[in-house]
């Protein structure tokens, strides 16, 4: 049985969730999907120019796992690009937190619960969590 994944930590969520190739309908297009920690590791890497050491404290997660998700981010870009298909970006199994820290968000039940000051605040989704505690107890 795999490892489950680890939740990443990306900033914002993106203000456009679909690229196509112009003058085709998307009806007429195969697509691919790119998740939102996949784009967050794409702009610290790529956009921000981050070494993966570092882009990887800010997701949250490895250097190593940092390197693999956003290879795998890279190769589904440059399969949109060269085959004509659209890309849809979303999902993926990430929290989301405020330029400032301030908030945390879950990608899976859209939860959102606030940062407490005092180290206290859980970095898995309190909503997920009761539920697979509840799945446990059965």
């Not at 993106?14 to 967050?40: A, H, S």
């Not at 997660?61 to 060269?82: E, N, Q, Y």
């Amino acid at each position: 049985m795999p490892r489950p994944t680890k939740t990443r930590t990306v900033v914002s969520e993106p203000d456009v969730c679909y690229f196509k190739p112009r003058g085709v309908p998307l009806r007429m297009l195969r697509e691919v999907g790119l998740t939102v920690d996949e784009l967050e590791a794409l702009m610290l890497a790529d956009l921000q120019g981050l070494p993966h050491e570092e882009a990887g404290r800010h997701m949250n997660i490895s250097r190593a796992t940092f390197g693999r998700v956003v290879r795998k981010a890279r190769k589904t870009v440059a399969d949109a690009l060269v085959n004509g298909m659209a890309i849809r970006i979303e999902g993926g199994n990430y929290l989301r937190t405020g330029p400032d820290g301030a908030v945390l968000f879950c990608g899976k039940c859209r939860q959102e619960w606030p940062v407490v000051s005092s180290g206290g605040t859980p970095h898995e989704c309190p909503m997920c969590k009761k539920e697979e505690d509840k799945k446990a107890e059965k």
